[in-house]
């Protein structure tokens, strides 16, 4: 499928793009028409940030805050859903007390977590039990594989992650690794969830798309927009798909990456990575009444 590129030679005034599909023109057309009902919900990492190294180093584009403040006052609720901790998302995103994201909700480990600006404060449940049980077999796990060299465990809490690009040999030490973390979860009920040169270990049942429709659901969204980069975005780009067949209009946007090229296909509009997700919401905002 082919979809159009926000290049990044792009004007920041650029006109709205228009979604390759007819399916995300309608989605498009549909938030137009009544932005009051509209849901836009966004991933973090390489969607409102770039990917680096050092996820702790990630921070969102530095038009990001402004484009989602210009953006949010004239839509239903913009919401971030990540994988990542909602108050680490937070501190990164630097969403906290901005003008104009009064009721900016960051949806935390694919939804298990949930923060409200309005109130400051983050809602969860208690912490699956094998969390703790993985936690204190990863590191003999990683040891045994032979894969200490370069790779690194990342705590969030609800989950852990086995980072691996920082390795001499990325894909290969990603590769040798999904089999061994897949059994160690499997004993523990927990899964794993493949990312960009990244091995998530978290609970099951909780995926971005269970988040993102009941979020829209819970809101009455007459619309829905979802922007996402990497393979842990695609439930809930099939949240969307979903959603369409149940009559409510939406937008697949890809945040454009050589490295997950499942989205990109799916998408029905991809743009050039976090800058172009950024154009793309002050686009829409200057839209917007």
Known sequence: MGSHHLNSTDHPDAPLPVPATQAGRDGLAAILARPERAVIALDFDGTLAPIVADPDQARAHPDAVPALAALAPKVASVAVVTGRPAGVAVRNGGFAGVPGLEHLVVLGHYGAERWDAATGTVTAPAP???????????????DRAGAWQGTWIEEKGRSLAVHTRRAEDPQAAFDLLREPLADLARRHGLIVEPGRMVLELRPPGMDKGVALSDYVRDRGAASVLYAGDDLGDLPAFTAVEKLRSDGVPGVLVCSGSTEVTELSERADLVVNGPSGVVRLLSALAARLP
């Not at 699956?128 to 990683?142: D, F, I, S, T, W």
Request: net charge neutral; aromatic share 0%; no cysteine.
């Open 128 to 142: 699956h039990p094998g969390v703790a049980a993985v936690r204190a077999e990863l590191p003999g796990v990683l």
